[in-house]
């Protein structure tokens, strides 16, 4: 900032506007690093991380931070690299004599500055957010009771996933649509060994219950629904894997998976 305020040939009203923001800069530069980051944790959590079940929101966790730890990596390389720049124009400022080279290098020197300065904030944003989201990859482990997630236990959550997200979607689509679910989301049934009609019976029946809570005056909780997604995929565990060995393939083959 004191650079800018260097800066010649402003008329009064700019130099007066600068010497303000200068006052409260620093202010407003410590306030800004609780923003150095691209979400915030109720949208990584909220928002990003939205799946049904616990080993799909694992999954998500894990290629959120695989994206953040590839962009810090190439942060620190781009920071060691401006750095090494910055020491050779300080050994060449050393021995320079001319003025206006010296000038030059000077500046140059302030530029690296401020260029790592800005990035280091953005580097402890991408590092708060991957601690926020290892801290709630460690809650999902500790709540499957596991300490470590395989490619199997993936593999063998993906069908209860899916029940969840067709149904899941099939309630929103019915909302819109006068309690029918739409063409896509019976493609969506079909493909994972659900009959359609009795998805709608499913839906219908669901929407009828919450429809004589509010009629009895009775609010509807956010839960009410995800406790049916369970109970539903409860209801349907196996579709899939009877629809897939009817089809003459195999759901799973372990021999495959990462050990």
């Known amino acids: 900032m004191n650079e800018i305020m260097s800066i010649e040939n402003l008329p009064v009203k700019y130099q007066t506007m600068l010497s303000r923001i200068s006052d409260r800069f620093l202010i407003i530069e410590r306030d800004a690093r609780n923003f150095n980051k691209t979400q915030s944790q109720f949208m990584n959590h909220v928002m990003t991380v939205s799946q049904p079940t616990a080993l799909r929101s694992m999954r998500q966790i894990l290629a959120e931070i695989k994206r953040k730890k590839e962009a810090l990596d190439e942060a620190y390389f781009k920071l060691r690299k401006k750095k090494v720049k910055q020491k050779k124009k300080k050994r060449l400022l050393e021995t320079t004599t001319d003025p206006l080279d010296r000038e030059m290098l000077e500046i140059e020197i302030a530029e690296i500055d401020s260029r790592i300065a800005t990035t280091m904030g953005y580097v402890e944003g991408a590092i708060r957010s991957i601690s926020s989201y290892m801290a709630q990859y460690d809650n999902l482990l500790e709540q499957i009771g596991k300490d470590e997630l395989t490619e199997e236990d993936f593999e063998k959550d993906e069908e209860r ?36 009609t009795m998805a709608q019976c499913e839906i219908t029946s669901y929407l009828s219950n919450e429809g004589r809570m509010v009629a009895e005056g009775n609010a509807v909780p956010h839960d009410n629904v995800t406790r049916w997604l369970d109970d539903i995929a409860d209801k349907y565990k196996g579709c899939a894997e009877a629809f897939t060995k009817a089809r003459g393939l195999k759901l799973l083959d372990t021999n495959s998976c990462h050990k």
């Not at 997200?165 to 006068?178: D, E, P, S, V, Y």
């Not at 679910?181 to 359609?196: A, L, P, S, T, V």
């Open 161 to 196: 996933y899916h029940i969840m997200t067709a149904f899941t979607q099939a309630l929103i689509a019915a909302r819109a649509r006068g309690g029918m679910i739409d063409e896509g989301n019976y493609i969506y049934f079909h493909q994972i060994g659900i009959n359609g």
